[in-house]
């Protein structure tokens, strides 16, 4: 698909007739009648409050909601926006929705939004998830303004979150990142982001729109590719995320496979930049920081535990295709605890993830045949952080995950040592090391 086939004939009529924009807010949904119209409202608030002078827009990019998302955004009152008006614009925002069309997903809802925003010549674009229910008018102003009054390319979200929620971000999505590119983008996943004009247009001419990167795993190709190109990142506190969130004992292996395989393919292309990285470094946060309350989230700890050993037990003869003797004698051992005395430790966690990860590169076996294979071992992961964290203060919690990514990072030459060296049976290590070979 051109980028000219991107958008529906209707939308680029409606986008013919708005002209121009100096900025486009993309709201991509799915089934979000419910929170939608607050997002909405938000949006608009902040346009007019901290933009008044500017063009803007509006975009509901839907992926065929059967509970009236689209037409939420639709009937959206005029009188409703005069209450939300918090200054008087010169150009009020404009709204409208159009469907997606491709691979189902928040990818080709980006990939609309994307389109929209350059063809009309969009300054600055911004995205913001539909199921949010903290979302204020300030979180406009904080991914948008550092791009038109700062010269950043991309605005990555830095929020609170309840330490139970967004455990693939916590438990590697994060830690890895920040140990393969040596930057430290809290939340590389997080749904809400700012770009510049030209790495809207850079997004626009890669070639994953019609791969399973534009499923669940366009957020972190979309920070890694910031990272690793010539653009100017930052990340903008935006206060607490409150949104619909999942226990992570549910099913969580669509996302968790797609995540991950995004973010193995990008080491895959991005190797040269990564391989000489050493430790990191801390990229620009605006905003104030400020203490929030947060929605607690439930999650079934004996679920977690049972999925991990069940994977020790059926998932035997995969494992040892990948991890060393001592790996899975540790794996095995893990398997008899049960409950709140279960523990996996930070060195054996990160040897397992560089070992999948190696594991993915070198093809041992069918790419998404490892990665689920690699789910049981994430739900010990988190298994083992519930435990040890259930008591914890947010304070206390970050700085746990802290050590973690420390931990990776100084584990680092390990996965370059494992990712260059040509696929064989694991080894155990002399002394009895964990990690895989």
Sequence with gaps: MTREEVLPREAIQRLNELGSADIVIGVPSYQNAGTIGHVVGAAQAGLAKYFPQRRAV???????????????????????AGLLLLSHPVTPAARFSVPYHGIPGKGSA?????????????????????????????????????????????????YLRHKFDGTITNSIVYPLTRALYGRRVRQPIGGEFGMSARLVSHYLTEPVWDTDVARYGIDIWMTTTALCGDYRVC????????????DPSADLSGMFVQVLGTLFRMMETHEAVWATVKASQPVPTLGFPFAVGLEPVSVNLNRLVEHFSRGVRELGDIWSDIFDAGSMSRLVRLSTQVGRAFRMDDDLWVSLVYGVASAYH??????????????????????????????????????????LCVRFEGQKDELVRLWAKRPGRPAARPGGGSRPV
């Design 58 to 80: 509006i975009l509901n990019s839907d992926g065929g909601s059967k509970d009236g998302t689209p037409g939420v955004v639709r009937d959206l009152a005029a009188s409703d």
């Design 110 to 158: 980006f990939r609309c939004i994307f389109r929209s925003a350059e063809v009309l010549g969009a300054r600055a674009c911004a995205v913001v998830d539909s199921d949010l229910r903290s979302i204020t008018p300030e979180w406009i102003q904080l991914l948008v303004a550092p791009v038109l009054e700062r010269e950043f390319d991309y605005v990555a979200p830095y």
């Design 235 to 246: 990340q903008a506190f935006l206060g607490a995320k409150i949104h619909d969130a999942k």
């Design 362 to 403: 070198h093809r041992v076996m069918d790419r998404e045949v490892l990665l689920r294979a690699a789910l049981p071992l994430y739900m010990g992961r988190v298994a083992s952080f519930v435990n040890e964290l259930l008591e914890a203060s947010a304070d206390q919690v970050e700085g746990r995950l802290e050590e």
